[in-house]
Structure formats: C-alpha cells, structure tokens
C-alpha cells in the first residue's frame, strides 16, 4: 500500500498481503551467526553513518551475495514492493537499477543512529523489530518527524536521502532487519557498496 506522509511516499506492505512467509527466527539467527566475521571488518569512517556496529559496516556486503534460501522471500517482498511504488509513482522510470542490501543487528540500549543515504531509493524490512519505531525527519529543517511502527515482516520504502533513526532498543534480544538501497548507474560508485542488477 502506498501512503503519504508529509507529502513523502512510502509503501508500506506487510507479508501476508503477498502470501510470503519469512523465517523470523532463522534469519535472526543467521544475522548473528555472521555478527562477528562482520565485526572484524575495519569500520570504513567516510560514511554518513558513525556507530561502530554492524550497521556501519553496511558497505562492505550485501546480505544477497550470501547463497542462504532463508533470504529469498525477504527479496521477493522488496521486489514486489518496488513495482508498486514505481508503477504508481514512476520515480525512477524504466531505468536500470542495483541493489544494495545488509543487516542490521542492535542489542538493548543500542539504535539506528541518525544517518541519511546517498541513494535514491532505501528500504528495510522488519526481521525482529516490532516494539520500536523507524523515525523520518522531513521539512525544511528536517523537524517533521514521521514515525513508522516496526513490524516483523514488514516492507517499507521511501526516498533514499531523508534522514532517519530508530527508537533505542529496550528488549533482551536483538533487533534486527534487512535494509537495502536502489541505485542508478550514477551512484554505483558512492561508498561503492557491493551490488548486484535488481531491474533492467
């Protein structure tokens, strides 16, 4: 479903709309077995984002690369998810584009701190996150604030480039989802995430 928020499109679409059924558990599970090996990864500090987490680290993988069947409804909710808000907005036409795509894993006390992407278009996808908020900062001085309730299963997508946060975590176990961007040929080489065709 397609809906307006300070004049800002977002689609929000929830699995079962798609008959999709997300292993919750099993992806929860995969994202901290890879927590680590990620970790150890040297933080690239030129990002917009700055907390030393996996997030952070986002450039560095894309979470499609990894052959696991788990992940294959997560992308076929963003897939159909796209052509819907392309279909009824054109934002970005019958051009190309790449995906980007990575996990995000914050333990109580922790959150998504403020960051903005340079892509046109990000999404995410609710793996182990209802109980907090994703929070938009729209307006003239980025003081709107449009808060999205976080549901397992879960599909949104917006405009790439509005800043936006999370809720601190306030649970005992991790908070996780899949986040991704979709990109033109023009910003292939931004931060130069690993990127794979999403549509030709």
Known sequence: MIQYHNNIPFCILQQEEEN????????????????????????????????????????????FYVPEPILIPVFTLIKIGWKQLNDELTLLGKEPLWIHAHGNLHRKDQKLGYHAHKYPILGYVGISSEGSNTNFYTGENEDTKISIPNKNGQLVITLGTIP?????????????????????????????????????
């Open 20 to 63: 999709i059924s997300i292993n919750f558990k099993a992806i929860a599970g995969f994202l901290e077995s890879i927590e680590p090996q990620l970790m150890s990864i040297p933080n690239d500090t030129s990002t917009a984002y700055k907390a030393d987490d996996m997030s952070a680290r986002f450039n560095r993988w894309n979470i």
């Open 164 to 200: 936006h946060d999370t809720d601190v975590w306030n649970k005992n176990y991790p908070r996780c989802s899949i986040a991704f961007n979709l990109m033109t040929r023009n910003e292939l080489f931004l931060d130069n995430p690993p990127v794979f065709p999403f549509y030709v």
